[in-house]
């Protein structure tokens, strides 16, 4: 039976050599174990990944896969060598630092990088040991990049879906890493990939376009003739788990024994691993300056500050420590009191009775990362809230602000504002706590950790079913000779012809497409016929179209749909269009001109384009990616769309579009046998408007809503005279 893996770079348990040299195993209740529990202990389902022990004895090997076989983990095993330059090394010195904007501590080292591809191949070269034809895929976090590229050279039909923890950089941040093609092109092995908010998506799609030249419609990016779904998946907590804990006995013991030593007086709490990115410094300043400037709290406020122990072997991390515990040390020396401490610091973590009973206690809670994918401490928090009492201090750069926007939202770089804030946050009524509070726990609850996982899991279905249902056949003998066979039987026969691509080849100046004789003969030949309706549907301006095609007994429909011509009458437009965005573009499009050596424009009566077939190359591939961009952008909130084609960028009126001309025409237009057959984008939508039984075809191997394939022009050009054959 079908089986589902997950895989992330540490499995959750924890194995640990006792002083007598015995393994101990200690499984974790991180929120992700938790959520994925409901996934990996079914069936034959299993978690793959470190164990969190460096060993190379191979009877310890035995023994550790045999336990926690029986947990539905595999271990997968690294050496002090992988750990110091694929997961200390480059995941954590080179990823870490720039997905988090930290680019000055980023450091890019080829060395680092190939333990980076050695360890990602070593994790691929295990799964697909374990893995079997139909198999799920679920690929955790910036450790592993690279997995689901490996898995889909090796069995390209798995479901791989793959998930970010941590933000996805902007384009310009992305671009700085020497090997952001083969960290792109291996998440986009996947069918599904998932960031925490919208932004991290977006600039995911802006990477995959700017770098590879992959555009993107409604998060769908084509790879390879695979659809792959981009989409945000904002992580939830174990919403039950942590209002249960807060509500217990044990929590509230805690309570009792921390409140005797600290008196009344009120708290604000922060709970952080040790990582730059969390602005711990930050908020210590913060801190300090706040009584400066409110001397009345002084004596009357506490921070407890919780750091849990973190990557310490990294320099970086170690010097933070070292600015954690020098800023800790002034800010106590400075206002301490015998009877009071204004920062109680504990570098170590706590068991969960204890951290819920910091949440229940705690009036205020400052969660100020400088970047953060989520944060689920500020989730927590709130989900410990039993009497709705408290007040959250949420930076707007982590992925959680998007979601609880009942919080105080403060810039962490902003620290004038975030001494007001807490200030706010002391002062704060009651009434008005409880009301956000009981919004954003309405929210968490609703939007749990299990909720998380079903709606990703649910995606990764959704797309697989997509894949398959858009899948094109090639028109083997069979399928065109079932064809012919319809054909031949049929008396009023619609056929849809794309022009340029379709009936003939590229050429590098686009006047030089001209019919030549073979194609005359065979539109003469085909519409001799009285049974064939000939329509050619063309992007092209109607008086090429015209100049072209005029001569033959044939429909002509122009520029996507806009215009049209029956036979023996005149053009005339099909639906009404205003052009008055062109004088805002046009100024755009003359400046790529400028500066782009051999592009030029091509004004239609209802768009524009910008062609770059004769620029040079690579630079004209550049540009376009540029300027594709900067027309998505500016025309995001009105009716128009751009469209990429072989080697030109159009921008047109949405309401213009071949499908729904051709629709109209097929309406008012009695037909027994539909054929359209077309090579590039705009043809989709011809496709997309036939009946199921017609016969579309796509010029081409890219993915399509065509029911069948062909290679090229020649192809066409084959097939209609096979049709005419037909009589
Ligand atoms: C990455 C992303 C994203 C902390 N101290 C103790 C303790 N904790 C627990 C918290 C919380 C977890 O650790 C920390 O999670 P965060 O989400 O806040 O941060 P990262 O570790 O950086 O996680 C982050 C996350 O992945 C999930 O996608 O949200 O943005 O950076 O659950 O409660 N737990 C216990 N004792 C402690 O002392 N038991």
Known sequence: MAKTIIVSNRLPIKISRNENEQLEYQTSAGGLATGLGSIYKEGNNLWIGWPGLVTSKKEEKKEITESIGKESMFPIFLTEDDIRDFYEGFSNETLWPNFHYFTQYAIYEPRLWEAYKRVNRKFADEILKKTEPGDTLWVHDYQLMLVPGMLREAQPELSIGFFLHIPFPSYEIFRLLPWRRELLNGVLGSDLVGFHTYDDMRHFLSSASRLAGLSSSQGLVVVNNRQVMVDSFPMGIDYDKYAEAAASPGALEKEVYYRISLGDQKLILSIDRLDYSKGIPQRLEAFEMFFDRYPKYRDKVSLIMVVVPSRDSVGKYKELKEEVDRLVGRINGKYGKINWTPVHFFYRSFPLEELSAFYRMADVALVTPMRDGMNLVCKEFIASKINKKGVLILSEMCGASKELSDAILINPNDTNQLVEAINEALTMPEEEQIQHNTNMQNSLKRYNISHWVNLFMKSLTTIKEMQHSMQTRHLDELSQEKMLKEFSKANERLIFLDYDGTLTGFHSDPRDAKPDDELKEIMQNLVKEEKNKVVVISGRDKDTLGGWMGEFDVTLIAEHGIWMREVEKDWRTVVPIKGDWKKEIMPILEMYVQRTPGSFIEEKDFSLVWHYRKVETGLGELR??????????????????????????????????????AHQWLNQTSHDFVFAIGDDATDEDTFKAMPQEAYTIKVGSKTSAARFNVNSYKDVRALLKEMIAEG
Not at 631 to 653: M, P, T
């Open 624 to 661: 376009t990616r540029e300027l594709a961009s900067h027309l998505k952008y500016i025309s995001s909130n009105s009716n128009l769309q751009v469209l990429e084609g072989d080697h030109v960028v159009e921008i047109k009126d949405r309401e213009v579009n071949k499908g729904r001309t």
